[in-house]
């Protein structure tokens, strides 16, 4: 069953100094019940906008907008669901906790609106706090709790009336990485408990990975996969994906007779399986740093630029053509910088050569 | 100075520090103290003393005979009523139009912003001359008008009561919580609200159970700042209340004083006065701060969003409207009156375009000696204690935020003093410390209100340093150091160069209400040390009203020329 359905949603803003600008544009897509669904970008990708869309804070400009089987937001027919009608929990980056209310009223507060009668409203936020690990906290002050218990309030009280969809706005964003990480485990916990769907947002790939079955990759507003986690990992759509998602080097080749070779150099040629598409052209090939080795004999010569112990592995820098490139392999292959040595790729993904978007054309879209 | 060498000393901070450090330290420090004991907390011990003390022993019976008269118990009680009334009203105006333009779908937001900062800049006693002019009980313009439609003899609204007094003050005191709230409601995180909404509240819901709440200390201090104002209030009811014998605390400071022409007994009196007029400042202050106790929180966040804007749909032209008719009915009609009065040929014809005339400007800038010399003293007067109240103010402000020293605090709670110190209290406290009963005689000369114009405006410089300093990063600072620049160098090429901007707000800050001074000034001016304020005053007062006016009209060219200045300079610092 589909729980949130977006079809062709665009969203342009009208500002003063760069006039119209898309955020958002011509997004299409289906969140099924009970998925955890991501949508990663950099900032200023249009992720939170789209959320904002989900969530009815913002109006969109073209498209529709399903949350199960109801309407939300229909441009054509000029429907448009205010966001305290949608039924829907959400937790935000900033916690958003009031602080002139303690705990329990901060959680009761959707229950009171919902005019529910008080030994209900007690227990229903008894079960939220017990769930968010925030029991015996009921009379505390916002501003007396740490920020781990801040957004544990924020969640507790987006889950209270437990509805079938649940925001998150980049909630972990403002923890520090090892609350992030168990914080992380604790909402999959919640969403195994409860079986609602959670639209996730976030820049951190690590946590979309963690958290999400599916997710959608988003940059200028476009759409650039939408995908399982691992075929996002293994099988970008475009360099941007693959550049996104983990530790990523680009080797701008050409070939020639059959053979590939670093742009501009004619020396060596790498070896490796020519993709149809790209014979006799310029192509961009992309690898991970983690699926490159260091061999004594054979694979592309040259020598090591620079070396550094990591502990779990060594990062080693090599020249290949004129273009640096990054590997990661463990401390097995003892090598020194300048050692010659022979550079094997064991996976490589292949790219077009695209137009780099220029750093004022990524600012003017991040304005909003 | 001993005692201070070990305040400084005893700051972990500075004997971290090298020795360069320390000396700079402790020679701003004693500096701050020095000026800000001198300038502050003389006049104000001063008063305590001749209230209390009497040829060296103690004795308050003074104090008692003074609190207990029947006149004085009456302008108390006026004081905190006009006071109540100003607070409450002006508090709900200033809430309204400062949700109206930070969360509804109003247009024209960005000028309307400034729209309602003009009465905040309109001086005061200059707004009650205007509407004095428009609704005296027979002779005002507007009740002539209202008389002339009913052909009654009841006049529409007397302004010279204690309801027009309050109505006055209303008008140009609602900004300071308008100022507060809009800014709050500015820097809130919309998510606050956001989440609200998506719980399931409505609209109306989120502003009664989310925002209204969440900007109670906005309100809260922008209240106790109309509170503190409107109870030290001179210039209004100085010209409304006077003639028909309705005074209030500093009113009837001054017209002890004025009585007694001067004498010392009148002075001590006046002194007597003043300590319970500081009285009820501190009491209303307490109270205030009890009502507010609950809520100090954070409501700011970095990522700024734009918040959800209430459409007002069919509401949104009427309240428009609203807005506009407010201002023009509190900023362009007393300022057109004004003008239209001031190029009047005589007082009284009617206001038609052939009574007018240029005459009275050409007379006041060109042959009135008073009014000359009044312009001469106040500019003089006014760019003297903006410039050394701006390098004072930042001075302390570098000492207490920069320097760290453990005696900051005393310096920092001598500098915001003054806010709440009434003007004329402050100037019976340097009446008293520089008539020559201490050390030097400056009565009658510039000096002396030199001296309370740096005391008065002290905290303004203070806090408007105070704002730009703790924008610059120490790093900043140490970074010169680490570079070899000397504690001097480093405050000349770094530091000061970084709060540049913020020092010229200062001193624009303090030249704009310098220049229309009225309270301290009244006080202490001689007979060729007249100021501005003093002159438009005394020449209403003496009932020349049309002079009055022209001279009223050129104070607010000046002023507003002023404010323009100070526009440029803040937008180019945003533009930054």
Same mark, same amino acid.
């Given at each position: 069953?589909?729980?949130?359905?977006?079809?062709?949603?665009?969203?342009?803003?009208?500002t003063k100094?760069?006039?119209?600008v898309?955020?958002?544009?011509?997004?299409?897509?289906?969140?099924n019940?009970?998925e955890?669904?991501?949508?990663?970008?950099?900032?200023?990708?249009?992720?939170?906008?789209?959320?904002?869309? /989900?969530?009815? &804070? +913002?109006?969109?400009?073209?498209?529709?907008?399903? !949350?199960g089987?109801?309407?939300?937001? =229909?441009?054509k *027919?000029?429907?448009?669901?205010?966001?305290?009608?949608?039924?829907?929990?959400?937790?935000f980056q900033a916690?958003?906790?009031?602080?002139? /209310?303690?705990? &329990? +009223?901060n959680?009761?507060?959707?229950?009171?609106? !919902?005019?529910?009668?008080?030994?209900? =409203?007690?227990? *229903?936020?008894?079960?939220?706090?017990?769930?968010?690990?925030?029991?015996?906290?009921?009379?505390?002050f916002?501003?007396?709790?740490?920020g781990?218990q801040?957004?544990?309030?924020?969640?507790?009280?987006s889950?209270?009336?437990?509805?079938?969809?649940?925001l998150l706005?980049?909630?972990?964003?403002?923890?520090?990485?090892?609350?992030?990480e168990s914080?992380?485990?604790?909402?999959?916990?919640?969403?195994?408990?409860?079986?609602?769907?959670?639209v996730?947002?976030?820049?951190?790939?690590t946590?979309?990975?963690?958290l999400?079955?599916r997710?959608?990759?988003?940059?200028?507003?476009?759409?650039?996969?939408?995908?399982?986690?691992?075929?996002?990992?293994?099988?970008?759509?475009?360099?941007?994906?693959?550049?996104f998602?983990?530790?990523?080097?680009?080797?701008?080749?050409e070939?020639?007779?059959?053979?590939?070779y670093?742009?501009?150099?004619?020396?060596?040629?790498?070896?490796?399986?020519?993709?149809?598409?790209?014979?006799?052209?310029?192509?961009v090939?992309?690898?991970?740093?983690?699926?490159?080795?260091l061999?004594?004999?054979?694979?592309?010569?040259?020598?090591?630029?620079?070396?550094?112990?990591?502990?779990?592995?060594?990062?080693?820098?090599?020249?290949?053509?004129?273009?640096?490139?990054?590997i990661?392999?463990?401390?097995d292959?003892?090598?020194?910088?300048?050692?010659?040595?022979?550079?094997?790729?064991?996976?490589l993904?292949?790219?077009?050569?695209?137009?780099?978007?220029?750093?004022?054309?990524?600012?003017?879209?991040?304005?909003? | 100075?001993?005692?201070?060498?070990?305040?400084?000393?005893?700051?972990?901070?500075?004997?971290?520090?090298g020795n360069?450090?320390?000396?700079?330290?402790?020679m701003?420090?004693?500096?701050?103290?020095?000026?800000?004991?001198?300038?502050?907390?003389?006049p104000?011990?001063?008063?305590?003393?001749?209230?209390?003390?009497?040829?060296?022993?103690?004795?308050?019976?003074l104090f008692?005979?003074?609190?207990?008269?029947?006149?004085?118990?009456?302008a108390?009680?006026n004081?905190?009523?006009?006071?109540?009334?100003?607070?409450?009203i002006?508090?709900?105006?200033?809430?309204?139009?400062?949700w109206?333009?930070?969360?509804?779908?109003?247009?024209?937001?960005?000028?309307?912003?400034?729209?309602?900062?003009?009465?905040?800049?309109?001086?005061?006693?200059?707004?009650?001359?205007?509407w004095?002019?428009l609704?005296?009980?027979?002779?005002?313009?507007?009740?002539?008008?209202?008389m002339?439609?009913?052909?009654g003899?009841?006049?529409l609204?007397n302004?010279?009561?204690?309801a027009?007094?309050a109505?006055?003050?209303?008008?140009?005191?609602?900004?300071?919580?308008?100022?507060?709230?809009?800014?709050?409601?500015?820097?809130?995180?919309?998510?606050?609200?956001?989440?609200?909404?998506?719980?399931?509240?409505?609209?109306?819901?989120?502003?009664?159970?989310?925002?209204?709440p969440?900007?109670?200390?906005?309100?809260?201090?922008?209240?106790?700042l109309?509170?503190?104002?409107?109870?030290?209030?001179?210039?209004?009811?100085?010209?409304?209340?006077?003639?028909?014998?309705?005074?209030?605390?500093?009113?009837?400071?001054?017209?002890?004083?004025?009585?007694?022409?001067?004498?010392?007994?009148?002075i001590?009196?006046?002194?007597?006065?003043?300590?319970?007029?500081?009285?009820?400042?501190?009491?209303?202050i307490?109270?205030?701060?009890?009502?507010?106790?609950?809520?100090?929180?954070?409501?700011?966040?970095?990522?700024?969003?734009?918040?959800?804007?209430?459409?007002?749909?069919?509401?949104?032209?009427?309240?428009?409207?609203?807005?506009f008719l407010?201002?023009?009915?509190?900023?362009?009609?007393?300022?057109?009156?004004?003008?239209?009065?001031?190029?009047?040929?005589?007082?009284?014809?009617?206001?038609?375009?052939?009574?007018?005339?240029?005459?009275?400007?050409?007379?006041?800038?060109f042959?009135?000696?008073?009014a000359?010399?009044?312009?001469?003293?106040?500019?003089?007067?006014?760019?003297?204690?903006a410039?050394?109240?701006?390098?004072?103010?930042?001075?302390?402000?570098?000492?207490?935020?920069?320097?760290?020293?453990?005696?900051?605090?005393?310096?920092?709670?001598?500098?915001?003093l003054?806010?709440?110190?009434?003007?004329?209290?402050?100037?019976?406290?340097?009446?008293?410390?520089?008539?020559?009963?201490?050390?030097?005689?400056?009565?009658?000369?510039?000096?002396?209100?030199?001296?309370?114009?740096?005391?008065?405006?002290?905290?303004?410089?203070?806090?408007?340093?105070s704002?730009?300093?703790?924008?610059v990063?120490?790093?900043?600072?140490?970074?010169?150091?680490?570079?070899?620049?000397?504690?001097?160098?480093?405050?000349a090429?770094?530091?000061?160069?970084?709060?540049?901007?913020?020092?010229?707000?200062?001193?624009?800050?303090?030249?704009l209400?310098?220049m229309?001074?009225?309270t301290?000034?009244?006080?202490?001016?001689?007979?060729?040390?007249r100021?501005?304020?003093?002159?438009?005053?005394?020449?209403?007062?003496d009932?020349n009203?049309?002079?009055s006016s022209?001279?009223?009209?050129?104070?607010?060219?000046?002023?507003?020329?002023g404010?323009?200045?100070?526009?440029?300079?803040?937008?180019?610092r945003?533009?930054?």
């Amino acid at each position: 069953m589909t729980s949130v359905m977006l079809k062709d949603v665009t969203k342009t803003f009208v500002t003063k100094t760069f006039g119209d600008v898309v955020a958002v544009d011509n997004v299409s897509l289906n969140i099924n019940e009970g998925e955890c669904f991501s949508f990663l970008g950099p900032s200023g990708c249009g992720k939170t906008t789209t959320l904002r869309l /989900i969530a009815g &804070f +913002e109006d969109l400009t073209e498209g529709e907008i399903w !949350l199960g089987s109801e309407p939300v937001s =229909i441009k054509k *027919k000029k429907y448009y669901l205010p966001p305290e009608k949608r039924n829907l929990g959400m937790v935000f980056q900033a916690f958003a906790v009031w602080p002139h /209310i303690n705990v &329990f +009223e901060n959680v009761a507060f959707p229950l009171r609106i !919902l005019k529910m009668n008080k030994t209900d =409203i007690a227990k *229903k936020v008894r079960e939220a706090l017990k769930q968010t690990k925030l029991s015996g906290l009921e009379r505390k002050f916002p501003n007396e709790l740490s920020g781990g218990q801040q957004q544990r309030i924020a969640l507790a009280r987006s889950i209270v009336t437990q509805p079938k969809v649940l925001l998150l706005d980049e909630p972990l964003s403002n923890l520090d990485p090892k609350l992030r990480e168990s914080m992380r485990f604790e909402i999959k916990d919640l969403q195994k408990k409860y079986n609602f769907t959670i639209v996730y947002v976030t820049h951190d790939q690590t946590e979309a990975m963690a958290l999400s079955d599916r997710m959608l990759v988003m940059d200028m507003g476009f759409v650039q996969q939408i995908d399982t986690t691992t075929n996002i990992y293994h099988k970008p759509a475009n360099k941007f994906v693959f550049s996104f998602i983990g530790l990523s080097n680009f080797i701008s080749v050409e070939i020639s007779d059959g053979k590939v070779y670093p742009v501009n150099c004619k020396g060596e040629n790498i070896e490796c399986e020519i993709l149809k598409s790209f014979k006799d052209k310029s192509a961009v090939l992309a690898s991970r740093p983690n699926e490159i080795d260091l061999v004594s004999k054979g694979g592309f010569r040259t020598n090591i630029k620079s070396r550094v112990f990591l502990g779990d592995y060594v990062d080693y820098r090599v020249d290949i053509g004129g273009q640096e490139i990054r590997i990661q392999t463990d401390t097995d292959r003892d090598f020194k910088v300048g050692d010659i040595c022979g550079v094997k790729f064991n996976r490589l993904l292949w790219y077009p050569v695209e137009e780099e978007i220029t750093e004022e054309e990524r600012e003017k879209r991040k304005i909003i | 100075m001993f005692n201070l060498v070990k305040i400084i000393k005893g700051s972990k901070e500075l004997k971290i520090m090298g020795n360069g450090k320390i000396d700079t330290g402790i020679m701003l420090f004693a500096l701050s103290l020095l000026i800000l004991l001198i300038t502050v907390a003389m006049p104000l011990l001063m008063i305590v003393y001749n209230t209390f003390f009497y040829k060296f022993s103690f004795d308050w019976s003074l104090f008692i005979k003074m609190v207990f008269n029947p006149d004085n118990l009456k302008a108390i009680l006026n004081t905190i009523k006009i006071a109540g009334i100003v607070t409450v009203i002006g508090t709900i105006i200033g809430i309204f139009f400062s949700w109206l333009i930070g969360r509804s779908d109003i247009p024209f937001k960005e000028s309307m912003k400034s729209l309602f900062v003009i009465p905040y800049m309109f001086p005061p006693f200059i707004g009650a001359m205007a509407w004095e002019l428009l609704l005296a009980p027979r002779a005002g313009y507007l009740n002539k008008f209202f008389m002339g439609i009913t052909g009654g003899t009841a006049p529409l609204f007397n302004i010279n009561s204690i309801a027009g007094i309050a109505f006055v003050e209303i008008c140009y005191y609602f900004p300071f919580v308008f100022l507060q709230v809009s800014s709050a409601l500015e820097r809130m995180d919309p998510t606050l609200e956001e989440s609200a909404r998506i719980a399931g509240a409505s609209q109306f819901y989120v502003i009664r159970k989310i925002t209204l709440p969440l900007t109670i200390p906005a309100i809260g201090a922008g209240a106790l700042l109309i509170l503190i104002s409107s109870l030290s209030h001179f210039g209004v009811p100085a010209i409304l209340g006077w003639s028909v014998n309705i005074f209030t605390l500093p009113t009837r400071i001054y017209e002890v004083i004025y009585k007694s022409a001067g004498s010392f007994e009148g002075i001590r009196q006046g002194s007597a006065l003043s300590v319970l007029l500081v009285g009820v400042v501190v009491i209303a202050i307490l109270i205030q701060k009890r009502v507010l106790r609950s809520g100090h929180f954070e409501i700011i966040h970095g990522k700024s969003m734009r918040p959800i804007l209430i459409k007002l749909r069919k509401f949104k032209y009427p309240f428009l409207t609203v807005c506009f008719l407010f201002l023009a009915f509190t900023v362009l009609l007393p300022l057109f009156i004004i003008f239209a009065v001031g190029s009047l040929k005589a007082y009284g014809l009617p206001l038609l375009f052939k009574n007018m005339t240029l005459g009275n400007f050409i007379y006041v800038l060109f042959h009135c000696k008073l009014a000359q010399d009044a312009m001469k003293n106040s500019m003089f007067l006014s760019i003297s204690a903006a410039i050394i109240t701006m390098f004072v103010g930042t001075m302390v402000a570098y000492v207490v935020i920069k320097v760290k020293a453990k005696g900051k605090l005393i310096l920092e709670a001598l500098a915001t003093l003054p806010y709440s110190i009434p003007g004329i209290v402050l100037a019976i406290g340097v009446i008293l410390v520089w008539s020559g009963k201490l050390v030097l005689n400056l009565y009658n000369t510039l000096w002396i209100i030199l001296i309370a114009y740096i005391a008065r405006y002290m905290t303004f410089s203070m806090k408007s340093a105070s704002a730009s300093l703790e924008q610059v990063h120490d790093s900043l600072e140490e970074a010169s150091r680490a570079s070899g620049a000397t504690h001097w160098g480093s405050l000349a090429d770094i530091t000061i160069p970084l709060i540049r901007p913020g020092m010229i707000a200062g001193f624009i800050l303090i030249f704009l209400p310098a220049m229309r001074e009225l309270t301290t000034s009244l006080l202490l001016y001689g007979p060729f040390t007249r100021t501005m304020g003093v002159a438009i005053y005394s020449i209403h007062e003496d009932g020349n009203t049309v002079e009055s006016s022209a001279l009223a009209c050129v104070a607010i060219i000046i002023i507003t020329i002023g404010l323009i200045v100070l526009r440029i300079i803040t937008r180019e610092r945003k533009g930054k």
